[in-house]
């Protein structure tokens, strides 16, 4: 079946379809013409693939991550980013950097934090005088740390993945990377400001005006350390902590920021429908897709094929390096950690290698892809909010590549990176 599956999944990824819908239709097809199996396994397997108590953390993070990105607290947390970097060279790109940081203790996906900061934060650049096209191609390589920083989605999905690492510890683990990859783009961002003559943005504000508008944002910006602090010490599961943020998030919203009113939360939890069903439907998929290589023995092939060429920790690293950005530039970071995880874990495990460390490995190299052609989401989110063409944004788009490529060699190189908060907190 997998000589029909793989050309039927890349066929119609290349006519445009949705890859959830790529997935599953390419999975009916491998069972059409090469098994006996009754189509009905396709839908019984999406359905197992969905029916697990720690997958409800995810529609109850976005339901709140859509809350908290909203009006006042939105704004906040941009004012603060700007007071912190707004007088540098370059002062308006590196708020769109700290600010995207910022929100990703908030929204914990790479696609939010473009849609919504990112967008507003590409008008306030061109404002200020930066090129749209440049703006729009900085926001996505800022958002990649959404998923990176926690909570994130993609670390859920990934602890249901492997058990050697906990949702806990994945948290903790992905706090330092995605600070490296927010430094990386600030200095990409710094050199072009440079050779472009990007001016600043305002006069940097006096300390105690920092300092209130740092107050303003502390309520939005203290939900990564609830959802963690309440994680780390046993107060509640990672599936509790996204129940308690979603309440978290009203209350802030409502007697805090005093931004979100009860006529607003029908199209709220509208479009955290939306977007958790779009999200729902792409690990069913990729569940029933998974399955067809496992009974198929891709996994096992594969594996042993790797152990037999006896490589070392670090040529290991090097090759899934090179896998998985090849794999991102076709697939999405949720699909690609259910169907590669269960198959490259176990390995970097019998190597030496530390489960956070590889965890965050395989987590930037597939965020990544959100940010390259042809799938990359995160192009076509940002080319499509602040209207401009894809190939626009692509072509400003190599020096954060060259950014982001250098950051995550030395998150796969320098593993302290990865396990030192983890180990000191305990996990």
């Not at 990386?184 to 961002?189: C, E, G, I, S």
């Amino acid at each position: 079946m997998a000589e029909i599956l793989f050309p039927s999944l890349f066929v119609l990824l290349a006519l445009g379809l949705p890859v959830a819908f790529a997935m599953a239709i390419a999975v009916f097809v491998a069972l059409s013409f090469g098994s006996s199996y009754p189509h009905l396994v396709v839908v019984k397997e999406m359905f197992s693939g969905l029916d697990s108590f720690p997958l409800l953390a995810v529609p109850f993070f976005i339901l709140a991550a859509e809350i908290m990105t909203g009006g006042a607290v939105t704004l906040a947390v941009l004012r603060l980013a700007q007071s912190l970097v707004g007088h540098l060279r370059g002062g308006l790109g590196h708020a769109n950097v700290v600010s995207s940081a910022m929100f990703a203790g908030i929204s914990g996906s790479a696609l939010a934090d473009a849609a919504g900061p990112g967008s507003m934060m590409v008008r306030m650049m061109e404002k200020g005088g930066y090129h749209r096209a440049y703006a729009g191609a900085l926001t996505i390589a800022s958002a990649v740390v959404g998923p990176i920083i926690p909570p994130s989605i993609t670390m859920i999905i990934y602890a249901m993945q492997d058990q050697n690492v906990s949702v806990g510890s994945l948290f903790m683990a992905g706090v330092l990377p995605g600070l490296v990859l927010t430094g990386f783009v600030l200095v990409a961002n710094a050199r072009v400001s440079a050779r472009r003559g990007y001016a600043t943005g305002e006069p940097m504000p006096p300390v105690s005006e920092i300092v209130r508008i740092a107050i303003h944002a502390v309520p939005a910006l203290l939900l990564i350390f609830l959802i963690v602090g309440g994680i780390r010490f046993g107060i509640f599961t990672p599936t509790e902590a996204s129940v308690i943020a979603v309440f978290y998030s009203l209350l802030v919203g409502m007697f805090v920021y005093r931004s979100l009113r009860i006529r607003h939360l029908p199209e709220i939890i509208l479009r955290a429908a939306l977007v958790s069903g779009a999200v729902l439907l792409i690990l069913g998929a990729a569940r029933a897709f998974a399955w067809i290589l496992i009974i198929e023995g891709i996994p096992q092939f594969l594996a042993e094929t790797i152990i037999a060429w006896d490589l070392s920790p670090i040529l290991f690293l090097l090759a899934v390096n090179l896998l998985l950005l090849i794999f991102g530039l076709f697939m999405d970071p949720l699909p690609g950690v259910m169907i590669l995880v269960p198959i490259l874990a176990p390995i970097s495990f019998a190597l030496g290698i530390d489960p956070n460390h590889f965890a965050i490995v395989v987590i930037v190299n597939l965020t990544l892809g959100l940010t390259t052609p042809p799938v990359g989401s995160l192009i076509f989110v940002v080319s499509s909010t602040v209207g401009i063409r894809p190939s626009v944004l692509i072509r400003e788009m190599p020096p954060f590549f060259l950014a982001l490529f250098a950051a995550l060699m030395l998150i796969t190189f320098v593993p302290f990176l990865s396990t030192w908060l983890p180990a000191a907190s305990g996990f």
